[in-house]
């Protein structure tokens, strides 16, 4: 977790405008968790697949421009395929929730880059409201 919060993000990530989150197994819920934060707090095209159902046909969006951050331990062969496209690969060295902290410092360094508050994503309302008094809980 520590290395997850301290360690410094590739600056490249920053200015790319598109980015596909990869899991695979239980992850791959964390990778959709990914790419929501993404879009929410970035306003970024983003998206997020199982490892290998990207790698048989959604890897044809990689290309310059682009980013590939694989939440979990890749299919063998899947970075290179995505680096052969000009896309930029990541590879999730940490532990896959790890990951997702680091996707989320991404989110709110494009966010920054862009003048945006993350804090208040666009179009989006709240959900939930609890109350304390009389009024009712939606």
Known sequence: ARTALDEPLPAELASRGQ????????????????ALKMREASLSWAESY?????????VSISGPGTVTWSLDEAPDGLAEQVRRTGGHWVAGRLDPLAELVRVHRLALSVAAGRGLDPDAPRNL??????????EAVR
């Not at 309302?125 to 009389?134: D, F, K, P």
Request: a neutral charge.
């Open 125 to 134: 309302t709240r959900s939930v409201i609890l109350s304390t008094g009389e």
């Open 19 to 34: 980015f596909t989150f990869l899991g695979r197994g239980w992850s791959v819920g964390l990778a959709h968790e990914a």
């Open 50 to 58: 199982p490892a290998m159902e990207y790698r048989h046909g959604p």
